[in-house]
C-alpha cells in the first residue's frame, strides 16, 4: 500500500490510497456470497428460536407425535442429501470440463431438490387436510414458517439450478458460469446444512417430546 | 499502472479459485459420514434405543452439530485459509450471534412462561 502525494494547486499535499489496482471480474464473488449466506443463516436462527420458543404450544391441538411420520422425513432427509453429492459430482464434471455430464448431474440434482419440494408439500397438504393448519396453535404457526421458509430456499434453488442449466447449454462453462454455478453450489450444500436443524430439532425433538 | 503489474497481481493471489479444489473422494466421504450421521439419530428415535427421552434428545443433538461440521468440511470447503481467512471470520460471528440469539430467546422465555401466572389460577383469585 503506497500513499501518493498530489501537489495540488493551492500547494497543499492531497492524501489518497493510491492501491486501486484493478481485480479480476468477480474475484469477491465468493466472499460475498458466502456472507450473504450467514446473514441467511441469521434468519433461520431466529426461525429456530421462535420455534424453540412455541413449538410446546399446542393450544389443545395436535402435537409433532400425532403430526410427524418419521419414515417420511428419512425419506426427505435422503432425497435432500443425495442432491448434495449429485451437486458435488455437477463441480466435479465442471472441473472437467465436461459439458455433458455436468448438465447431467445438475438435471439429477433438480429431480431430486423436485422429489424434496413435493414429499413436503404433500405432506402440509395432509396436516392441513387434517386440520393442522398454520392458523391451529402458535407451535404449527412457527412450524409452517421455519419448514416453509426453508422450502421456499429450495424452491429458490431449483429455480436457479434450471436457469444456470440454461445459461451452461446457451453459453457453456465459461467463467462467469463457473462462479456461478459455484455460488449455487455454496447455496445448495448451505439448505442441507439448515435441514440438519430442521430434522433434528423440529422432527426427532418434536416426536421425542 | 501497467500491465506487468496486474499480472503479477493475479499471480499472488489466486482469487476465486480457493473453492475448486474439491475431489471425488472428498465428495465421497462427506456423503458416507453425513448418511451414517443421518442414520443413527432416525433410529435412536424410531426404536427408542435409549433408556430414557433426555439422553436421546442430547445424543441426537451432538449428532447434529457433528453432521453439521462434516457438511462445512467436505460439502462446503471451509477452512480457516479459504478467502485469506475471512470465510472463518464470518463464519465465527454469525455462530455467536446464532448461539446468543437461540440460548437468549429459549432462556428468557423459559423464564417468562414460568414466573406467568397460568390462566385458570387467575380466574381463581378474584
Redesign the interface.
Known sequence: MTVAVNPSTTGEPVFYLADE????E??????GF??YL?SD??IF??L???F??LGANYAAGPAPKDLFE??L??VN??ML?LS??TY??A??TM?QNKIAQTQMWLAITGLFGLAFIGIELSEFAHMIHEGATPQRSAFLSAFFTLVGTHGLHVSCGLIWLVTLMVQVGKFGLIEAN??RL?CL??FW??L??VW??V???VY??G??? | MNTDTRAAHADDHHHGDSHTHSTFSGYMLGFVLSVVLTAIPFWLVMSGALPSKQITALVIMAFAVVQIVVHMIYFLHMSPKSENGWSMMALIFTIVMVVIALSGSLWVMNHLNSNMMPMHEMTGMK
Open positions: 489496482h484493478p481485480h479480476p468477480g474475484y469477491s464473488t465468493s466472499l458466502w456472507i450467514m443463516c441469521l436462527a431466529m429456530f428460536a421462535a424453540g420458543v418419521l419414515p422425513v428419512a432427509t435422503s442429501l448434495s453429492i458435488g459430482f463441480m466435479l472441473q463457473r462462479r459455484m453450489s455454496m450444500h448451505f442441507d446444512v440438519i436443524g430434522f433434528t430439532f426427532l425433538l416426536v421425542l417430546r
